[in-house]
């Protein structure tokens, strides 16, 4: 096998037309609201600290995300169906692998950040310098090449002999390995493995992280300080919300619970509207982008 089909999204033209639409505009909205972000955060000097710098990586993130997926579905929608090679296809699972993971690590550096800057706010800037902060991105980025290579690398090496045809609109891993013709326990194994390490442990992390953020919120007794921690919380909190809720409706429900169309749809609300909902949560309530937004426009 050299080339997989993918079949995307079949039905009449009409509603192609409009699916194709909706998701453009998603598209470009989602990249010029992300690239809005990063450039607020550049240039203006109150978005100088940590918070807003691992703000620019996951906005960074969600870009390539979106771009590793859209365009290549966009012509899929026109035509109906779209071969691609099967190293292309493969490409597209480890750049796809390689930004969610490295997003569930940076989301858990993010709820760290919170936690020292409300749980322990006189040791904040001795410890998250600008030196740690680099570490720190560097570290997820590493982290999630790792997780990468030990599910990815295997696949490259399985034949492929079966069927082609990928009904999804993207090469997601469960419907590539499903082409392979040998024997996949391995695989599926090392893939498990690596989400309890880089997915559901930086979950546990980011509930304990919040669990002391409520705790110490809770005990605040002035509620100017109560809202504004909690303002600074909130943004991350929805960001976590939706993205590890998309997630989990994805693989941890069976396969054999869901039909192709629900899959798609939930794959739709993964890949596309999360990226979109992210830049908007940050600057719908944040006072200090939305601050850096009206002196930009200005």
Known sequence: MTTVLLLGFPGPYTVRIFLFLLIFIIYVTTICGNLLVIMLVSSSRNLHSPMYFFLTQLTTSDIILTSDIVPNMLHMILNNGSSMSLSGCITQLFFFSYLECGECILLTVMSYDRYLAICKPLYYHSIMSSRTCLKYIIMSWFLSCVADFITILPISQLPFCR?????????????????????????????????????????????????????????????????????????????VSIFYGTLFAIYCIPVEGKSSVSHKILSLMYCVVTPLLNPAIYCLRNKDIKEALRKFIE
């Open 163 to 239: 069927s082609n045809v990928i009904d999804h609109f993207f090469c997601d891993f469960n419907p590539v390995v499903e082409l392979s013709c040998s024997n996949t326990f391995h695989i599926k194994f090392l893939a498990t493995l690596a989400s309890l390490v880089f997915v559901l442990f930086p979950f546990i992390m980011i509930i304990i992280s919040y669990a002391f953020i409520i705790h110490t919120i809770v005990r605040i007794q002035s509620i100017n300080q109560t809202n504004k921690a909690f303002s600074t919380c909130g943004s991350h909190l929805a960001v």
